[in-house]
């Protein structure tokens, strides 16, 4: 059974700060994995989708890498903001299992 | 423009009667996926529709249910809900199951009382 885990679960850091968070999954054998944002209260916004054949995905501030054979994904934020304070969620796609969920991790840019 | 929409945002029911959460999609996707997510904790998925196919997972309570009358729309049916099933509940879709883009709506949050 596939299992994600993200690190760390909490992150608090200054503005203008760059940022990594890390995500891990157990089973290689994956289609594509995905970055979501969850504001409180609110459902997931996609921010990145890297296909299995993929190494690494870019969209503005952000930057997601994959190793699938290690079973890791980073996403790095440039230049953190406030407004980035968010849930950072990562989900692995296993076809038709949908996709497989870690915990999250809760990031606050402090202004 | 919303491209998944759920309704309601929030909703309160008894315990014991039946609540019914609504998924609607402008994509056109083959796929609906319904989650929970309980506070803190990773979303979960309850089932799926891959057109009119449905899909249970093996650990979803009977208590759920599921209806999807046409491409567009998709419901999430608690037959009799408990303390426990209090949640947000999202709905998801996706072009296919493999290899595509998931997307999902704001979420109903449910309370149980």
């Known amino acids: 059974k596939q299992e994600v885990t993200q690190i760390p679960a909490a992150l608090s850091v200054p503005e203008g700060e760059n940022l990594v968070l890390n995500c891990s999954f157990t089973?290689?054998?994956?289609?594509?994995l995905q970055w979501f944002r969850q504001d409180p209260g609110k459902g997931l916004t996609s921010l990145l989708l890297?296909?299995?054949?993929?190494r690494e995905q870019t969209s503005g501030r952000l930057n997601a890498s994959l190793d699938k054979s290690s079973g890791r994904s980073t996403l790095y934020i440039a230049a953190s903001q406030p407004g980035d304070s968010a849930t950072y969620l990562c989900?692995?796609?296993?076809?038709?299992?949908?996709?497989?969920f870690g915990k999250g991790t809760h990031l606050i840019i402090q202004p | 423009d919303a491209m998944v929409i759920q309704n309601p945002r929030y909703q309160v029911t008894q315990f014991g009667k039946p609540v019914t959460l609504s998924c609607s999609q402008t994509?056109?996707?083959?796929?609906m996926y319904w989650y929970q997510q309980k506070s803190s904790q990773a979303p979960k998925l309850l089932f799926h529709?891959?057109?009119?196919?449905?899909?249970n997972e093996a650990d979803t309570p009977d208590n759920f249910q599921s209806r999807r009358p046409n491409t567009s729309f998709c419901f999430l049916d608690i037959r009799s809900p408990g303390l426990g099933d209090a949640a947000m509940y999202l709905c998801?879709?996706?072009?296919?199951?493999?290899?595509?883009?998931?997307?999902f709506g704001q979420g109903t949050r449910l309370t149980v009382v």
């Open positions: 998801a879709t996706s072009l296919y199951r493999e290899n595509t883009e998931a997307f």
């Open positions: 089973d290689s054998a994956i289609y594509n």
């Open positions: 890297i296909q299995s054949s993929q």
């Open positions: 989900a692995v796609g296993g076809g038709a299992d949908g996709l497989t």
């Open positions: 994509l056109n996707h083959n796929v």
């Open positions: 529709y891959y057109d009119k196919d449905f899909n």
